[in-house]
């Protein structure tokens, strides 16, 4: 069974750019959440999706926005990026039966 | 306001002895608590869990503690292998299942040979 798939696994942008990340959940598994990591912050809840909708977001500025699509794939985009949004983000998956989340292996994105 | 705190950033431990890793939370309406590890590179994979109806979980060489009334709970590798070495992190939600996790900021742990 293949994992939770991210892309780009890097980037690197300028301030004031977009930058669009890419997440496609385990097979089957309609949740998908998004966390930003970041040094001595740990992971911190960005936004969770289900069946398309937004179900529960965290605490970050409308810079960060998601979507779900049809197929459970899902996609953040965060605009006018700040050298702060500099981070990892990780997207997660889960069925409805789980407990627990699967995590992909994130995407790092550096904001010069 | 930072809910679920891990206060040591680092431990290192001899390989064959017990890693004991920490976390303390303030929100009691946490009722479900994980841990997950994280290799550079990888992103987190889950670990072990408890619910706040017990106050003990095993799972091989992992137990996890929870103390309700100290809002701590603890980790315990027993014996500490060289793979063991990762960061690892806990996380707490306000029901089983939730997709919302507060995490903390993670101990790396490093075990010597």
């Known amino acids: 069974k293949a994992g939770v798939t991210q892309t780009p696994r890097y980037l690197i942008k300028t301030r004031g750019q977009q930058v669009t990340l890419s997440c496609s959940p385990i097979?089957?598994?309609?949740?998908v959440s998004w966390y930003q990591q970041t040094p001595g912050q740990g992971l911190q809840f960005l936004f969770e999706y289900f069946s398309e909708t937004q179900r529960n977001k965290g605490n970050f500025p409308g810079r960060f926005s998601g979507r779900q699509f049809s197929n459970s794939r899902s996609e953040m985009n965060v605009s006018t990026l700040e050298l702060g949004d500099s981070a990892l983000y990780l997207c997660?998956?889960?069925?409805?039966?789980?407990?627990?989340?699967?995590f992909g292996a994130g995407s790092r994105l550096t904001v010069l | 306001d930072q809910q679920v705190k891990q206060n040591s950033p680092s431990l290192s431990v001899q390989e064959g002895r017990i890693s004991i890793l920490n976390c303390d939370y303030t929100n009691s309406m946490f009722d479900y608590f994980l841990w997950y590890k994280k290799y550079p590179a990888e992103g987190p994979t889950f670990l072990i869990s408890?619910?706040?109806?017990?106050d003990k979980n095993e799972d091989g060489r992992f137990t996890v503690f929870l103390n309700k009334s100290a809002k701590h709970l603890s980790l315990h590798i027993v014996p500490s292998q060289p793979g063991d070495s990762a960061v690892y992190f806990c996380?707490?939600?306000?029901?089983?299942?939730?997709?919302?996790?507060?995490f903390g900021q993670g101990t790396r742990l490093t075990i010597n040979p």
């Open positions: 997660a998956s889960s069925s409805l039966i789980a407990n627990v989340l699967t």
């Open positions: 996380a707490a939600s306000v029901v089983q299942g939730a997709q919302k996790l507060v």
């Open positions: 408890i619910s706040s109806i017990k």
């Open positions: 097979s089957g598994h309609r949740s």
